[in-house]
C-alpha cells in the first residue's frame, strides 16, 4: 500500500485515539484539496506497506486506541488502493481493531467493505451533479447512491460537507443538499459541515501545482444558518 502520511489523531477522524493512514492517490481533483501531495501517485514521496504489515502495526499500537479509537483510512482517496485496502480492513476486522474510513464516495463497489467498517465518512461536495463534475472532475450519482447504500445498511455514517464559497455556497446548491437529504431517513446519518481553509495552500506550491482557489472563506454565519436548515429537516448535525 502506498502511503504518504501516517500518524495518530484524536476524535476528527473516528471516535477516540486513532492511528490514520492516509492512501495515495485520487481520482478527483478538487481545487480545494488540502492534502495535494496525496493526489497523484507521481508527485512526492511515500512509503510503501503490505497489508500484512500495517495489520501488524495496529496490533502493535493497540494500547493507544484509547476512547474508542482504532485505525482510519483516508487519503487521497483510499478506495484507489481497493484490493489492498479490503485486505487490510478484514484484517484489522478479524484482530478486534475498530475501523473508520473516509472517502469520497466514487466508488461502485464501496458496499463490499462495509463488513469491516465500523465508521464510515463520506464527503459530499455537491448536490448538484454537473457542478460536483465541474469542480471535481467526476459526477454525485456514485457517492449519492453510497451515501443511500450506506443508510440502508444501517452503517455509522457522517457526511461531510466541504463548504466552500463560490462552490457550494450559494441558494440553489443548498437546497439540493436539503432536497437530498430530505429524501433519506434522516435518524441514520450525520452530518459535519467542514468551512474552506487554505491549510493545503502552501502544499500546492511546493508541489509545484497553481493554487486556483480565491474568495472561498465562507462565515460563521453562513455555516451556522446552513446547520440550523439541516436539522430543521431532522438531520443530526455535529462539529468536531
Ligand atoms: S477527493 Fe479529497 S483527496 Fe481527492 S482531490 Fe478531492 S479533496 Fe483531495
Known amino acids: 500500500m502506498n502511503i504518504f ?11 477516540g485515539n486513532r492511528l490514520v493512514y492516509h492512501l495515495k ?7 480545494w484539496c488540502s492534502n495535494p501531495e496525496g493526489m497523484s501517485t507521481s508527485v512526492g ?35 484507489q488502493q481497493s484490493v489492498e485496502l479490503a485486505e487490510v480492513l478484514r484484517g484489522l476486522s478479524e484482530n478486534g481493531i475498530n475501523t473508520a474510513m473516509e472517502t469520497n464516495g466514487t466508488y461502485r463497489q464501496l458496499g ?19 457542478r460536483h463534475k465541474r469542480f471535481t472532475g467526476l459526477p454525485n450519482d456514485v457517492v449519492k447512491d453510497n451515501i443511500r447504500l450506506a443508510i440502508a445498511k444501517e452503517k455509522d455514517l457522517l457526511v461531510r460537507i466541504p ?29 459535519e459541515i467542514l468551512p474552506y481553509h487554505e491549510y493545503g495552500k502552501d502544499k500546492w506550491e511546493k508541489c509545484g501545482l497553481p493554487y486556483a ?21 431532522g438531520v443530526a448535525v455535529i462539529r468536531t
Open 5 to 15: 502520511q501516517k500518524g495518530f489523531n484524536y476524535s476528527q477522524d473516528g471516535p
Open 163 to 191: 463548504f466552500i464559497g463560490g462552490v457550494n455556497n450559494d441558494r440553489e446548491s443548498i437546497d439540493g443538499f436539503l432536497d437530498f437529504f430530505k429524501s433519506l431517513d434522516t435518524d441514520r446519518f450525520r452530518v
Open 213 to 233: 482557489m480565491q474568495h472561498a472563506f465562507v462565515s460563521e454565519d453562513e455555516r451556522t444558518k446552513f446547520e440550523q436548515q439541516l436539522m430543521a429537516i
Open 25 to 31: 492517490g485520487c481520482n478527483m481533483h478538487c481545487p
Open 45 to 79: 514521496t511515500y512509503t510503501v506497506m503490505t497489508p500484512s504489515e500495517l495489520v501488524s502495526e495496529a496490533i502493535s499500537s493497540k494500547p493507544m486506541f484509547f476512547d474508542g479509537g482504532g485505525v482510519t483510512f483516508t487519503g487521497g482517496e483510499a478506495t
Open 112 to 130: 463490499d467493505l462495509f463488513c469491516w467498517i465500523d465508521h464510515l465518512m463520506i464527503d459530499f461536495k455537491h448536490p448538484l451533479s454537473e
